[in-house]
């Protein structure tokens, strides 16, 4: 093979296969291309070559592992995101296998690659009295502080992603009898999710006159949809102002995804079946919601008050011996 055959590869991963075949996310190929351009520039210092002028050989399986320990200890990225790029890097190797079996041997060896095992802490979620702080936090005397509360209030009835959020529109929105929300989840799957009356209330006075509008649900100051950035900094934002009221948030690290583990949690205790959860938050599989059961603590104490204590007979220990007898009255 030439040495131009590498970047023909990319591309046509990029273009033929990521967009086209698999139809990927945008979030999806900007985290491949991310992977990738830090590849490239790590295997160009490596070899002493122009990206453009690597091989398919150039990048191997000891390559790949050094690259790997790099984004872990140069770019401090967390064992997490290590196996999210050594993820992308597979996917371009099937392709790279299936395009030419003569590297099948090659790519085998960088397929065969682990991900690195890594603690998986629990869930971060706000109780009812942080809740509370949180949608007080918005100025609802200003448009921007409405739109905030509106949107705190929705994220946290309905436990939508960030991404689900932010690509809401008035059009999406369904209010009256059976009220509910529609969006196109993870996985290009559309789910409907009901709206409780306040928050059906809430959007309906947001919306105002353009009910069926294909606007923006929650548009920036300029009109445009918001960013997944500007998502977060809002989240952020209102979470510092709700802190001076409700301290406990401010030991708490508030991103949008825990409004909506807090959602999945508010759930939980009212009862509901993990399944019917699964299906509220669009989970492809239930074994994804038991990270709520063992986060919980109060369904662990309930379990914990169904336990009876062991019936043993307490007392202050007497040895038998004579020499320990001793000591012990030392």
């Known amino acids: 093979m030439s040495a131009a055959t590498l970047p023909a590869l990319i591309q046509r991963f990029f273009t033929d296969r990521l967009c086209i075949q698999m139809e990927a996310s945008p979030h999806t190929v900007a985290s491949y291309r991310d992977t990738f351009r830090l590849l490239m520039r790590f295997a160009s210092a490596r070899h002493g070559k122009p990206p453009v002028k690597l091989a398919v050989e150039d990048i191997d399986a000891d390559l790949v592992a ?23 890097i597979r996917s371009f190797f099937r392709y790279v296998a299936m395009t030419d079996p003569a590297w099948l041997l090659h790519c085998q060896r960088i ?13 971060t979620f706000l109780d009812a009295q942080e809740i509370a702080a949180l949608l007080a936090a918005p100025d609802r005397s ?3 502080g409405r739109r905030d509360h509106a949107l705190l209030l929705l994220a946290l009835q309905t436990g939508l992603r960030a991404s689900e959020l932010v690509g809401l529109r008035c059009s999406d929105v369904t209010l009256g009898t059976g009220a509910h929300i529609r969006c196109l989840g993870k996985g290009r799957k559309e789910r409907c999710t009901p709206l409780r009356r306040d928050t059906a209330k809430l959007l309906k006075a947001w919306m105002g006159n353009h009910p069926d509008d294909n ?17 977060e900094y809002l989240v952020r934002k209102h979470c510092l102002t709700a802190s001076r009221a409700c301290p406990s948030l401010a030991a708490k690290r508030v991103t949008p995804h825990t409004l909506r583990h807090s959602t999945a949690m508010d759930l939980l205790h009212h009862g509901v079946d993990q399944t019917v959860i699964a299906l509220w938050l669009g989970h492809e599989s239930v074994a ?6 063992h986060a919980d603590m109060r ?28 000591l012990e009255g030392l």
């Open 142 to 144: 200003t448009w921007t």
């Open 215 to 231: 606007r923006p649900l929650f548009p920036s100051i300029r009109g445009e949809r918001l960013s997944r950035d500007a998502l």
């Open 299 to 326: 369904m662990k104490e309930k379990a914990l008050a169904r336990v009876a204590a062991p019936q043993v007979l307490t007392g202050r220990y007497r040895p038998d011996d004579g020499l320990l007898a001793f």
């Open 66 to 88: 050094d690259f790997l320990v790099y984004t872990e200890t140069a770019r401090g990225n967390s064992a997490r995101s290590r196996n999210t790029r050594l993820a992308a």
């Open 288 to 293: 994804t919601t038991q990270i709520y059961i």
């Open 111 to 123: 397929l065969a690659m682990p991900n690195k095992r890594y603690v998986k802490r629990t869930v």
